[in-house]
């Protein structure tokens, strides 16, 4: 085996290259029936329409969900981007996700778009 085979190396080398909703869909929100707006507070369920703000340091490689809102609160645009951060503000819907071992349902985000994006080197 070569040197490059994924499955004999200790820290596999990326595949492939996802769009931020690929990477995003399915992102766990809570194992609560609903969740409050980051802003509002206006508890949100399945269906409805949600918006997160979204950042990953250039030294990390996930992307973290930081905050929700409502339709009403989710702001328009990325206010004051961070150098080195890379963010993104996206609009979906709630929806579900049941992981088999643990049996736990939780809601999480679905069909989702990129309303504003950051890239690292923007402050
Ligand atoms: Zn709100």
Redesign the pocket.
Known sequence: MSSSDPSTTARAPPLGIATLPQLLTGTAISEDPTYP??????SMGVGDVVFAYASRRQDCSRWLVRRF??????PTRMISPSLGVAEAIVGGRIGTRTDPTPRVSQLCLTEIAVRDFSPLEES
């Open positions: 707006c980051s802003i509002c507070g206006t809102y409502c339709w009403g609160c989710a």
